[in-house]
């Protein structure tokens, strides 16, 4: 780490002692002030519910400028990966911090081809699951088994065995993924089709039936690429922080990767891709775009409990990217499909325009974010709502292993270990049940 040329004192209005602590630069955002002698030094903790102003950690992935709305990978901007690069370069640039020349991509390619297939056991493990059971609560289930599965690849300070989970975890994820998908649908699985790209694969596992020939289609493929290449990545989220915070125990990565799972579940990460489009599923049965202002309304009604889903971001003061990007993709599949005049896609412009607009949401820096539009896409594809964020925790996959796989070899990483503010009772003694 780089000291930076100042450093920062704390001072206290009680007449302690002021302390001096040291300032890091990284290469671009803002400087981090290093508090871990704070507790030695002055017997006191930082409070920071929500690590509003905490970094937990140095990383070298990806970087964003919430405020510029910048994304880039390894320094790459997103617009850049997303229109030039497929998301197998992307997984290769996120591991191992390089984009692949046309040789080495080959060879990442096969490697990750290679382990497509899961063990057959799997399927007995996740016939055990409802017919109508949430795909995220198959998925949590079914990644932290696969280290039940693959124990020859589990063991952490093993180089070799990382590299192999990576592997493993960005390939597998695909086919049980669709899996998940075709056990709710009670149709036969299919075993992944390695001639295809890593999209095309997707598809097939999920469109696929025994019966006929399925084609892929090369603009719903390209959606889908984008799709995944747009997720990868997104630096230290609450999904990636609970992976490194459960993998800093030393547990296996497949453990791991299902607590990240099981976080990006929830409706303010990970399931708002599913709470947007069930969002403008309700207003279209509202009465559509004359109902907008109305649901506005309740929106900004803070007693309403009723949140714009699919915008604002906790680092994005600024439109998200991957939101534009998302849109284009949208606009893209729509007219390949010949869905242009999709009443959903115009719910949602309109919306978007209305909240631009709209004081509310300018003045708290509120803009659409990457699962604004990402569900249109996927609807159209003919992907069921409730498989979005399983689709976004097989793209986020890659992103996660490659943070775990920083973090272990951080030689200054230790156990997480956050402490706390108490303001429980303090030391009382138990009374017998007779006199309580
Ligand atoms: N609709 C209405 N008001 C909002 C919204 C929204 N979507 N998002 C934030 N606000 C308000 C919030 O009520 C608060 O208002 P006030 O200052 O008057 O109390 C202000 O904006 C600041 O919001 P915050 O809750 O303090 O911001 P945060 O950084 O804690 O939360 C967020 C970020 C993403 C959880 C939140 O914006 C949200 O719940 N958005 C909707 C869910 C969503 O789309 N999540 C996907 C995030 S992107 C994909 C991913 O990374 O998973």
Known sequence: ???????????????????????????????????????????????????????????AITYIDG??????????????????????????????????????????????????MVNEQMQFFLRGFRRDAHPMAI??????????????????????????SALRLIAKMPTLVAMAYKYSAGQPFMYPKNSLSYAGNFLHMMFATPCEDYVVNPVI?????????????????????????????????????AAGVACLWGPAHGGANEACLNMLEDIQAMGGIAKVGQFMEQVKDKNSGVKLMGFGHRVYKNYDPRAKLMQETCKEVLASLGLENDPLFKLAMALEKIALEDDYFVQRKLYPNVDFYSGIVQRAIGIPVSLFTAIFALARTVGWIAQLNEMIG??????GRPRQLFSGSTRRDVLPIAQR
């Open 1 to 59: 780490m780089k000291l930076a040329d100042n450093k920062a004192t704390l001072s206290f209005s009680n007449g302690s002692a002021s302390i001096d602590l040291p300032v890091y630069r990284g290469t671009v955002g803002p400087d981090v002030i290093d508090i871990r002698k704070l507790y030695a030094q002055t017997g006191m903790f930082t409070y920071d519910p929500g690590f509003l102003s905490t970094a937990a950690c140095q990383s």
């Open 67 to 116: 405020d510029k709305g910048e994304l880039l990978y390894r320094g790459y901007p997103i617009e850049q990966l997303a229109t030039t690069c497929d998301f197998m370069e992307t997984c290769h640039l996120l591991l191992y911090g390089r984009l692949p020349d046309i040789a080495a991509k080959a060879e990442f390619t096969q490697r990750v081809t290679y382990h497509t």
């Open 139 to 164: 998925m949590t289930g079914l990644v932290g088994a696969l280290s039940a599965f693959y124990h020859d690849s589990t063991d952490i300070h093993n180089p070799e065995h990382r590299d192999i």
């Open 221 to 257: 493929e390209r959606a889908l690429d984008r799709i995944f290449v747009l997720h990868a990545d997104h630096e230290q989220n609450a999904s990636t922080s609970t992976v490194r915070l459960c993998g800093s125990s030393g547990t296996n990565p497949f453990a791991a990767i």
């Open 410 to 415: 951080d030689p200054e990483y230790k156990i």
